[in-house]
């Protein structure tokens, strides 16, 4: 925004308060305020009078014109305006860097305040309060992005890209998470483009205990870019994400009970984790209003993520502070890269409805490149935000030919989940994520359970996940052999130190235990094997 906006927004805030006697002749730079009329003549003040009267720096006086009363601004009769509340008031636009107008959103100004306005152009902090009473958006595209006095954005009062709603409610993919979640990023503006980077690298040491286990240290994390502007009434979105997870190796880091996907193309990895692809999302939006809360969105990608289940794991809130993986991966979003998605979708108000075609197998042993395939399979997810706290979901998906190890065998999946974050007291934010998900191979219906949650208080954080799933891929050689139910807990903090403006340095760590039944027992060195991880980590604030 410009400067003229935030003295337009003062002027609309005084403009509300009977000003005192002395003030009734105060002019803003730039503008001209007319005040309530003075009982009595007014005095006729000498051009000699005000040249005396003028100091140093002291802006010159703008007679301000008589003008017709406008609406909201009735004058009494006694000629005194009466307050603001009776109708807004025609307010100057404030103009993008090209010159071209801008709409404003007058619900969310924080009215009689100044607030710091940046450079245009100049790089900032993006930092999604939590606190923030998020009400009316107005149309997408919008924005009102006032900054505190240090700099950070305040992006509670922008819009999203896919509908009229907080930008903070959007997640991964086109999931939806609770209106009151966090968001920390880089942010900087050129002309009519917003934008927006978030970064984490983590150096991470796992051990995990038994005959399986196995230690190794690895990096991970990703790399995520975002360049939005204004497209007719809605908003055209791009993004791209990275991934430094293949330089761990085709073969993962070690996971107890954790399974899925291959590091040779012919043995399946078991009890460790795969690593992601190099390039994890290369997408496109676009979005149009079709009302004051109702929106139509089309999005594209390869890879990308289908309308299936709830955000990404490095996504949630909850959990996004953890480096490790959930073992219920598999069952609830492992479809974040798919190698084609086209997604089409409807949103009304705090409902949204969507279905996606995309290509179900999932990725590969080679992991620097960029897949191809037919968009074989199909998802359709109802999303649905009640409150500003909580985000749910319920999603149905046929998967074509899914595992590269089981040719010609379909999936059927089902998923549920809930999403929740609020500030429970100053300085003390929590969130938490309930989730179920069903595989369906052949006749088999094979579920998983997972619970999540963190509570942030300054640069602390704990988080905590219990899980289990019906596995039935434990036992090597074995095809759709029995399902073997398993289990783990894990608790973890970090601690994260400012290092620069934009970057902090994380310090933590975290314990597992895993819970396998008596026939896996041997297998594993018991019916408890452990698991922990130290971890560093970079992250772009």
């Known amino acids: 925004m410009k400067f003229g906006l935030f003295v337009a927004v003062s002027a609309f805030a005084l403009a509300s308060v009977p000003a005192p006697a002395d003030a009734q002749n105060m002019n803003m730079p730039g503008m001209a305020m007319p005040m309530p009329a003075k009982k009595g003549p007014p005095r006729k003040p000498t051009a000699k009078k005000i040249s005396s009267t003028r100091t140093k720096g002291a802006p010159k006086k703008v007679t301000a014109k008589k003008a017709a009363p406008k609406h909201g601004h009735q004058p009494s009769a006694k000629g005194v305006a009466t307050p603001m509340d009776q109708g807004p008031t025609s307010m100057p636009q404030p103009q993008s860097r090209s010159g071209s107008t801008m709409p404003m959103n007058h619900s969310q100004m924080q009215h009689g305040t100044m607030p710091t306005q940046p450079q245009a152009g100049s790089q900032g902090s993006m930092s999604m309060s939590t606190d923030q009473q998020h009400g009316d958006k107005g149309q997408t595209g919008q924005m009102n992005m ?6 950070r954005h305040e992006m509670g009062n922008m819009t999203g890209a896919f509908g009229s709603y907080p930008m903070e409610r959007e997640s991964s993919g086109t999931a939806w998470q609770p209106d009151l979640s966090e968001h920390v990023g880089l942010m900087e503006m050129s002309g009519d483009w917003t934008l927006m980077a978030h970064g984490v690298l983590n150096l991470v040491y796992s051990h995990q205990s038994g005959p399986r286990g196995d230690d190794k240290a690895f990096a991970s994390g990703m790399l995520m870019g975002m360049a939005r502007r204004p497209l007719g009434n809605g908003a055209l979105k791009l993004r ?17 009970l954790a399974s899925g996907e291959t590091a040779n193309g012919r043995d399946r990895l078991i009890d460790r984790q795969h690593p992601h692809d190099f390039v994890m999302e290369l997408s496109a939006s676009a979005s149009q209003n079709l009302g004051r809360n109702s929106s139509v969105f089309l999005y594209t990608a390869l890879p990308g993520e289908p309308a299936f289940g709830p955000s990404a794991f490095m996504h949630r809130e909850a959990i996004l ?13 492992s479809t974040h890269i798919s190698f084609g998605v086209i997604t089409a979708g409807l949103v009304l108000d705090r409902v949204k409805l969507e279905v996606s075609r995309f290509n179900g197998r999932e990725p590969d ?34 998967f074509t030919d899914p595992e590269q190890l089981e040719p010609g065998v379909d999936q059927k999946r089902l ?8 500030e429970i007291a100053p300085g003390w934010k929590l969130a938490a994520t309930l989730a179920w998900g069903r595989k369906t191979v052949e006749d088999h219906n094979d579920d998983a359970f ?12 704990l988080f905590g996940r219990a899980e289990m799933t019906e596995n039935r891929e434990l036992v090597a050689g074995v095809e759709n052999g029995p399902a073997y139910r398993v289990g783990k807990v894990s608790l973890g903090t970090v601690r994260d130190f400012r290092i620069a403006e934009h970057l902090s340095i994380g310090v933590g760590g975290l314990l597992a235990v895993n819970f396998v039944p008596s026939e896996l027992a041997p297998l594993y060195g018991g019916n408890n094997p452990t698991g922990a991880m130290g971890f560093v980590r970079l992250k772009l604030r």
């Open 146 to 151: 006032p900054t505190s006095g240090h700099g």
């Open 321 to 333: 502070d953890s480096p490790e993986a959930p073992i219920s991966h598999h069952w609830l979003d």
């Open 365 to 398: 042993q080679h992991r620097w490149n960029i897949e191809t395939g037919p968009l074989d399979s199909t998802a359709v997810r109802v999303s649905w935000n009640p409150t500003t706290t909580l985000a749910l979901q319920g999603s149905w998906g046929h």
């Open 240 to 256: 791209a994400s990275i991934s430094p997870d293949p330089l761990m190796g085709p073969s993962g880091y070690p996971l107890l």
């Open 450 to 461: 997972a619970t999540e949650a963190s509570l942030k208080h300054d640069a602390w954080t």
């Open 415 to 422: 998923s549920a989940s809930a999403l929740y974050a609020r």
